[in-house]
């Protein structure tokens, strides 16, 4: 066992544990949370691809990419927090339609 | 298992405990705290994977900037009682999307450790060609050569997302200020950090953008660095947030993607867009990185004030 492959497996354990917050939790908070841990466990998957030759310095071209996934997913996250908060002054709550009676927060 | 294994794998366990902390704790703030905890560890995970770059990203913008950012909505929510827990889904349901989860996790770790052991992949042709970049530090040489047509698409989604978030001020607020007026105690902890940090702060993003271009730093990690002494500045009541309305202020937002779009063109008429000749490609980079700071830290400050709440 690698230290690549330990975070990259990692990684994988991120995506499943993103996915089922954003299955159970209704709170859109949650959800912006849970999107954020899916996002990095798929950047320790692709660091971890780079990573694999045991060279002292993974592969620069994911780290580069992975610089540029992780200033995107802030745009993206600061978009969704603004929609967030526009949602709640509007109707008062932080949950879709239809899904706030059912699920947990 | 060697020490250093063993301090992957303990690590490794703990950014997962964190993140499930995020995701399935009762309480939202907690939850909150959590996510910025493990976004430590996972800059953290970076580092052991030698990855500094990316280390100094995700410890800057990842737990920092989106941290602050967080903490905001959710006293913002608090504030309209939008932090309630309902009751929660059955156990029944949970556990469907627990297995259906699992799943997905365990092949995605299948599919990764079944990928071809031998491929190379784009390092050795990073290497051969660094010195052509004009600068050494390979992943600067990838962001801002290379691949620089991914970063120039990034400066710009970055203004449209700011874009996207004034969107939705209200008419009557429309080129207003974002956020509330803050006020520190003065001689308090935060007036006092509000006065201390921001000049070593600025000398720290300076300092980034130069070093990045033979060493781990460059334009994004001192923009964010540089976005956290503004947003000091503000929550400390020594400055306030600018309107939105300023002109001053949509310049500078656009000056660093139209610069890089400018010297991208430039590049065309000397045979290819963005390309430039080694000898003068690493003075131009280190020149379109420090006006790409500017443009960043102001892009990433606002986008974390979000949308306008007064007028004046």
Redesign the interface.
Known sequence: MSTALVYALCGASLVGVGLYGFITRAHLLRRILAFNIIGSGIFLLLGGAGSRQGAVSPDPVPQAVIITGIVVALSLTALAVALLVRLVEDTGRATLPGEDASRDA | ?NP??LF??AL??L??VA??S???GRD?FA??AF?IV??IL?AL??M???????AL??AA??AG??GV??I???S??HR??????????SSA??LL??G???S???L??VI??G?P?D?????PA?RENVAESGVSN??T???LN??AY??LM?TI??AV??A??WS?TRDELWGGIPGLRQHARDGGVLATFGRLLPPLGLLVGVYLVWAGSSMPG?A?QAATVLAAVWLLLVMSGAMDEPAIGSTAIRLTIVAGPALFLAYGTGGAFLGTFLGFPADVAGMLIVAIEYVLTVS?AAT?AL??A??PRRQE
């Not at chain 2, 052991?48 to 990316?54: I, Q, Y």
């Open positions: 298992m250093a294994l992957d794998v490794a366990a950014a997962v993140a499930l995020a995701v399935a939202l939850s909150v996510y493990y976004g996972i995970a970076w052991r994977l030698g990855a500094v770059d990316v990203a995700e913008i990842g900037l989106t950012l967080l905001g909505a959710w913002q929510l309209k009682g939008a932090t309630e827990t309902p009751p929660g889904p349901a949970r999307a627990a259906a989860s699992a997905v996790a365990v995605v770790a990764f450790v990928l052991a491929g190379a992949g784009l390092a990073v390979p992943v040489a990838v962001l290379f691949r991914d970063t990034e989604v970055l997302a700011l996207a978030v939705l460059g994004f960043i990433l986008l974390v979000g949308v």
